[in-house]
């Protein structure tokens, strides 16, 4: 099992930046897939990015060029630097790691982009 604690949220202007962490309660080392999803109100939680091992990140086309998605295995940590935020990046932005079979998922941060 791994418990995930996700922050960084918060609230920017358009066109800020911020970074979102996920923190993992274990090695992370072993962890093949980890993944950053978001959920706008009213919205179904979707696909932000993910990183596997030995595979180029994935990105969801909404944030391609905004956004990176990194890790690192010293810390047990990823991280999700979003740049150039829009208002409808607007959502609950969740970690996601897959091992085992199971899926975890944690609590979410908050992010709100408004002027």
């Known amino acids: 099992q791994v418990q995930l604690v996700e922050s960084g949220g918060g609230l920017v202007q358009p066109g800020g930046s911020l970074r979102l962490s996920c923190a993992a309660s274990?090695?992370?080392?072993?962890?093949?897939?980890m993944a950053w999803y978001r959920q706008a109100p009213g919205k179904e939680r979707e696909l932000v990015a993910s990183?596997?091992?030995?595979?180029?990140?994935n990105y969801a086309d909404f944030v391609k060029g905004r956004f990176t998605i990194s890790r690192d295995n010293t810390k047990n940590t990823i991280y999700l630097q979003m740049n150039s935020l829009k208002p409808e990046d607007t959502g609950v932005y969740y970690c996601?790691?897959?091992?085992?079979?199971?899926?975890?998922w944690g609590q979410g941060t908050h992010v709100t982009v408004s002027s």
């Open positions: 274990r090695s992370i080392f072993s962890i093949n897939y």
């Open positions: 990183i596997s091992w030995g595979a180029s990140p």
């Open positions: 996601n790691a897959e091992m085992l079979s199971s899926s975890y």
